[in-house]
């Protein structure tokens, strides 16, 4: 029913461009002797309008040659404000169509190049064309229009939308971590937040390092030179590509980096698991006084595993074990995890493990442990609370993995019920959100000029402000809904999608900007742009990857920093003449 609502929406957006007049004005004047005015019969008497409504004398150019065009400031303004719409669409219809295909061909591949790449398509677009319309000179005029878009859109994501999750996305935090489903604190600032895992902080380490080129291309201006910006941009282009190349084959191994460490840290939660379990069984100490394993103890614990009484621990014993310890919080395979405890143990690959093979077994998970402990007061073999310490790390480094297991399997059994028909529909919802970003991309950088025109309000804070909800407004109102489950693995997910659009921005948007900068001989002179888009990006890609757990008063630094990059914009441009 929301494809149909949109789809009706489209129509009328588009009939209602058709039906559009131009709206240039014209003087209305007396050409007949006997009307007069009362006062002089040889002037010509003018209908003077409000300025917003008023055009200039000059005609407006249509675009294509046929859509409706006007040079006034109400009538440009409407012409945004339905264009704008039509990105909207666009965005919609290819996030749409790039979750059926992921739902069908899974992560990896599409997940890797395909989303991310879709995703930022709407920017690339209307960067693209702000940039090949007409001679050098309009070029050169409206690439401010792309500029102010790919700093909007950045600056927007990390700080409105992201502190807006925050806000949505917030939970009870207990020893720093956020409880999912838990909110009972209200707007406590720093008794709720949000808490991610640890690849959403990757994500944000990645975000700050993409940021290079812009450093690459404003060598010339830092160096306050004349000479070089052209091959600085050529440099800057040839590492941004490189970048892009290298996060999409991140992003395609991702999943496969992510489930190997996964099952690592299982492994090491098992290891911790039972040595807790046999400290708590021992009836002596586990280590003698040379801090070696203590025989004593570990052949009564061994015997009270060994159900066969046969001297040996098999498979069977192992499973039971391990059942026993009731490992539910880390989603287990218990075949897994027996194959890789026999593995640890069983040096003799006879799938058995004898006594001798258990007690060195045993001394190399102390050994390990050990290298966990906090504090040098546990040395000895009087305590140990490094077991303790250990299997705390352990799980706290599995939680921070943000183990999915659970909810891939639900998602699984949904399945796809017509694949044929799904992927269909995936193409067809891909090809119609290109074509109408395609379509509409110069019509609205046209009516951003022209409404700059009218309103002499400079390109780029129409840009910069208006543009970004019109592409990105799909992206931002998903991320927000995605973050009211109030989860940390949706709040993973939330911010490693904001994290990876801003990084998407900062390589194939930057890519295609430097492209025709470069190509076209256009004059890279966007300081103070570049200036804002590094800080917030730093600052956020910092602050991101430095911690998992979020308070609520995180958010509102997040909020200062938009009106922070505007008025930052506006005094180096206007106050100290950057551009």
Not at 257 to 266: E, V
Not at 346 to 368: A, H, K, M, Y
Not at 450 to 473: D, E, H, M, Q, R
Request: hydrophobic share 45%.
């Amino acid at each position: 029913m929301a494809a149909n609502y949109n789809s009706s929406l489209t129509l009328i957006a588009i009939f209602s461009l058709f039906l559009a007049t131009t709206a240039a004005g014209r003087f209305i004047t007396t050409t007949s002797p006997s009307i007069s005015d009362g006062v002089n019969n040889d002037d010509r008497s003018i209908l003077r309008l409000n300025p917003l409504f008023t055009s200039s004398p000059e005609e407006c150019e249509q675009t294509y040659g046929f859509m409706p065009c006007t040079t006034t400031a109400a009538g440009n303004l409407f012409l945004i404000v339905v264009y704008g719409y039509l990105m909207f669409l666009a965005a919609t219809y290819l996030s749409a169509g790039s979750e059926l295909l992921l739902a069908i061909l899974g992560p990896g591949l599409v997940g890797g190049l395909c989303l991310p790449a879709l995703g930022a398509l709407p920017d690339a677009m209307l960067i693209l064309v702000s940039g090949l319309s007409g001679s050098t000179e309009t070029a050169q005029d409206q690439v401010s229009v792309g500029m102010g878009l790919l700093a909007g859109s950045t600056v927007m994501l990390l700080t409105s939308i992201w502190g807006t999750c925050i806000v949505v996305g917030k939970c009870d935090l207990q020893n720093s971590v956020a409880q999912d489903n838990k909110d009972t604190k209200g707007f406590n600032l720093i008794g709720s937040g949000v808490s991610t895992d640890i690849w959403t902080s990757y994500s944000a380490m990645i975000m700050a390092v993409s940021v290079l080129p812009f450093i690459v291309v404003q060598f010339p201006q830092i160096l306050h030179s004349t000479s070089g910006r052209h091959t600085a941009v050529l440099v800057a282009l040839v590492l941004s590509v490189s970048l892009l190349i290298a996060y999409c084959l991140y992003q395609v191994y991702q999943p496969t980096l992510q489930k190997r460490h996964l099952d690592f840290a299982k492994h090491k939660h098992v290891r911790s698991r039972i040595l807790k379990y046999l400290k708590k069984r021992a009836l002596g100490r586990l280590v003698d006084s040379h801090g070696e394993p203590n025989r004593e103890v570990l052949i009564r614990l061994f015997n009270s595993i060994d159900a066969n009484q046969d001297g040996s621990l098999s498979i069977p014993e192992l499973r039971a074990l391990i059942v026993g310890m009731q490992l539910y919080e880390i989603n287990l395979n218990e075949d897994d995890a027996v194959a890789k405890v026999m593995k640890d143990f069983d040096t003799s690959e006879n799938n058995e493990v004898d006594f001798d093979e258990f007690i060195e077994g045993i001394g190399r998970w102390l050994e390990e442990a050990k290298g966990f402990k906090r504090t040098t007061s546990d040395v000895g073999p009087d305590s140990l609370k490094y077991v303790h310490d250990y299997y705390e790390e352990t799980k706290k480094e599995h939680d921070l993995l943000g183990d999915q297991t659970h909810e891939e399997d639900e998602e699984e059994e949904d399945g796809v019920d017509d694949p044929r028909r799904t992927t269909i529909k995936a193409v067809l919802l891909l090809l119609l959100g290109t074509v109408i970003a395609a379509a509409f991309a110069d019509p609205l950088v046209d009516a951003v000029g022209n409404f700059s025109a009218a309103t002499s309000i400079p390109s780029f804070f129409i840009s910069f402000i208006v543009l970004p909800f019109a592409t990105n407004s799909s992206e931002a109102v998903s991320a927000i809904i995605f973050a009211t489950r109030k989860k940390q693995r949706s709040a993973s997910l939330t911010f490693s999608e904001l994290y990876g659009a801003v990084t998407m921005n900062n390589v194939l948007c930057l890519s295609v900007f430097l492209a025709l900068v470069y190509v076209r001989g256009l004059t890279w002179d966007f300081s103070s742009e570049v200036l804002v888009i590094l800080i917030v990006c730093i600052v956020m890609g910092v602050f991101g990857s430095c911690r998992t757990t979020f308070p609520l008063w995180t958010s509102f630094l997040a909020f200062l920093l938009y009106p922070f990059s505007l008025i930052l914009v506006y005094v180096l441009d206007y106050g100290y003449g950057w551009s």
